[in-house]
């Protein structure tokens, strides 16, 4: 049975008289963990006030579905108290990390203990408040990482594809150039006409420019490579259709093959087929620096959408273009979007800059965006619209998700509530847009949600002028 000796080394049960203390002997239960045993899930329904006499209590979170250690109770200690005062899960795991002795005492004996000793309850809240922050903080901690590594891993697929053909390019390209080089030789030996070498380079000339500046449409390239396979095949080319895609690309017509290859068609060296090898080869190598271009500048652009996204080297505060941190969040989350979702815009193209936490207000647009995917399972429709408005410029992100059931519509900005499972979702992802738009730049947050439609609407100061 628990003794009153034990309670009074606990400060908050100081305050309680003698017979208080009695009453609480009285009623607690005996608890005895062996060292690895659970005495609560994170999730479980709320117990009672644990009282630990003898032992150490491990405490862990969930996370990304990973169990984060994140403290410890040492005897002397009490804890289970914001569960049962919150009416909320139990937001920890805890379990034996040695044999430990604890009393339980009942959430509603724990409670009528309050009422009746406003010093005892005094001291349990201001621990509780404590303990709360230490959570939250942690949490937030660990949101802040899980929403990095999920950018991450979106930057790096996003990445991957460009930097590979990046790479395949340039792994192909020193083979092509060096034949190009030997035909060129092969080629100046024989010595021929000035006139015959500028048509041939004038051809290649109009391909690079083909190629470069996309002057066919596919259906165009795919009749134009179908006719250019019938012209090698009848000339007698090996593998014909190796050449016949990148002269498609470059715009050759057939007439020009026929011109360029009249005075060849009766050489018996390699000359009679070099030149269409040549013009093929040209074009491909054009064609590998296009594309290796284009890679180049996509990962320089999500280099740079990231560097923008958490603005870098500049100060906290600074006038902040909201379209571009919009778009730098959708960027960052391409690769979910792209697979089944739809984003229509509708920009106010005279939104005016606003003095912000640039930072900041980008983790909001992750939060909302993040959630609206999630709320649409992936496949949808998200629209982002801007606008402004006397000294306030508005932002509404809205999805065709399922929408927020009525009953929880009051509780969705509570700290630490969630209607995602245990280990996907901390509660705090609505709690930190609120405190973020509200307390940090004054602005203010509110939503709409029905069944097909769920709109929340960002209003924050302009900047003045």
């Known amino acids: 049975m628990l003794c009153i000796e034990e309670l009074i ?22 608890v005895e963990l062996h060292a690895g045993e659970v005495l609560a899930h994170e999730g479980d329904p709320a117990h009672g006030l644990f009282i ?22 040492e005897a002397p200690s009490f804890f289970g108290e914001i569960p049962v005062l919150t009416d909320e899960p139990v937001p920890v795991t805890m379990w034996a990390l040695t044999n430990c002795s604890l009393y339980e005492l009942k959430g509603e004996d724990f409670c009528k203990l309050l009422h009746e000793s406003r010093d005892f309850e005094r001291m349990i809240f201001r621990i509780m408040q404590r303990r709360v922050r230490g959570l939250e903080s942690f949490i937030r901690g ?13 930057l790096a697929h996003e990445l991957n594809n460009p930097a590979a053909a990046l790479v395949r390019t340039l792994g192909e390209m020193p083979a092509a150039i060096l034949e190009l080089q030997r035909m060129n030789l092969v080629y100046g030996q024989r010595n021929i006409e000035e006139a015959h070498t500028q048509h041939w380079l004038r051809v290649r000339d109009q391909g690079y420019d083909a190629i470069l500046n996309n002057r066919l449409d596919p259906v165009t390239l795919s009749d134009r490579e179908t006719v250019l396979l019938e012209w ?26 026929d011109h360029l290859m009249e005075r ?46 958490t603005y870098l080297d500049q100060g906290v505060q600074q006038e902040v273009n909201m379209h571009q941190g919009l778009e730098d969040t959708l960027r960052l989350f391409a690769h979910q979007l792209k697979c089944g979702i739809q984003v229509q815009r509708n920009y106010d193209q005279h939104l005016p ?7 900041e207000l980008n983790q909001v647009w992750t939060n909302l965006i993040d959630n609206a995917i999630d709320a649409m399972d992936g496949k949808g429709l998200l629209e982002i619209t801007t606008y402004h408005c006397d000294r306030f410029a508005h932002i509404d ?43 940090r730049h004054h602005g203010t947050l509110s939503f709409e ?17």
């Not at 150490?56 to 979170?61: C, G, V, Y």
């Not at 660990?142 to 979106?154: H, I």
């Not at 992100?397 to 929408?403: H, M, N, R």
């Open 9 to 30: 080394n606990l400060d908050p049960f100081q305050q309680l008289s003698k017979e208080q203390l009695e009453w609480v002997c009285d009623r607690a239960q005996t």
């Open 52 to 73: 630990l006499i003898k032992g150490k209590i491990n405490l862990a979170r969930r996370s990304q579905g990973v169990e984060i250690p994140i403290g410890q109770h």
């Open 142 to 154: 660990r949101e802040k990482m899980a929403a990095l590594g999920t950018l991450t891993a979106g």
């Open 232 to 257: 090698l095949e009848d000339y007698g080319v090996n593998q014909a259709w190796k050449l016949a895609e990148p002269l498609a690309e470059g715009g050759v017509e057939v007439e020009t093959l």
């Open 264 to 309: 060849w068609r009766n050489d018996d060296t390699e000359l009679r087929e070099m030149g269409l090898h040549w013009l093929s080869l040209s074009f491909e190598v054009m064609s590998m620096i296009k594309h290796g271009l284009r890679g180049a500048e996509r990962i320089s652009e999500l280099v740079q959408a990231m560097k923008s996204y």
């Open 353 to 359: 800059k606003i003095l912000a936490y640039g930072s």
């Open 397 to 439: 992100i809205i999805d065709s998700g399922s929408g927020i059931p009525p009953e929880i519509k009051t509780r969705i900005f509570e700290p630490f509530f969630t209607t995602k499972s245990v280990g996907r979702g901390s509660g705090l992802g609505l709690e930190t847009v609120r405190r973020i738009v509200e307390n």
């Open 449 to 465: 949600s029905q069944p097909g439609r769920t709109c929340f609407t960002i209003c924050l100061p302009k900047s003045n002028k």
